[in-house]
């Protein structure tokens, strides 16, 4: 029994790094990400992107790197607001790496503000015991 039980916490240990990728936490990163952008705040969206992050935003150049990523979601928030992410599907790539599948709303600040929706697929990665955005890929629905 005393070995089962050993067996069991074993493996049951193994496994924690991969429940870190769960649908409910990998949204709750998404909704810091949406926190942070709604608010203006370009360097605590960088934040949550490896150093070596790269977005390929529709309709332009693919950018690498935090600095171009906060230059990036900087122009946005000067644009966009209101922006919610939905995770959809979370895919386990091993214990140090997720894919997400989600969808976008946003919408545009002036006087007629209409909402921009569509989705994305980003890679998330582990870094120390942080997960971070490695890359990000989105499109719109129109």
């Given at each position: 029994?005393?070995?089962?039980?050993?067996?069991?916490?074993?493996?049951?240990?193994?496994?924690?790094?991969?429940?870190?990728?769960?649908?409910?936490?990998?949204?709750?990163?998404?909704?810091?990400?949406?926190?942070?952008?709604?608010?203006?705040?370009?360097?605590?969206?960088?934040?949550?992107?490896?150093?070596?992050?790269?977005?390929?935003?529709?309709?332009?150049?693919?950018?690498?790197?935090?600095?171009?990523?906060?230059?990036?979601?900087?122009?946005?928030?000067?644009?966009?607001g209101n922006g919610k992410l939905?995770?959809?599907?979370?895919?386990?790539?091993?214990?140090?790496?997720?894919?997400?599948?989600?969808?976008?709303?946003?919408?545009?600040?002036?006087?007629?503000?209409?909402?921009i929706s569509g989705k994305y697929?980003?890679?998330?990665?582990?870094?120390?015991?942080?997960?971070?955005l490695a890359t990000d890929i989105?499109?719109?629905?129109?």
């Open positions: 029994m005393r070995i089962l039980t050993l067996v069991t916490a074993i493996c049951l240990s193994g496994s924690a790094p991969a429940m870190a990728q769960d649908k409910a936490t990998i949204q709750s990163l998404s909704d810091k990400f949406a926190q942070a952008f709604n608010a203006g705040d370009a360097a605590g969206v960088a934040t949550l992107y490896t150093d070596e992050a790269v977005i390929l935003p529709p309709g332009a150049e693919m950018m690498k790197g935090r600095t171009a990523i906060q230059a990036f979601w900087k122009g946005a928030a000067e644009q966009l939905t995770t959809v599907e979370v895919k386990s790539l091993g214990p140090e790496a997720a894919q997400e599948i989600g969808t976008f709303s946003f919408r545009t600040k002036g006087s007629q503000p209409q909402e697929v980003v890679i998330w990665e582990k870094v120390g015991s942080d997960w971070k989105w499109n719109t629905n129109k």
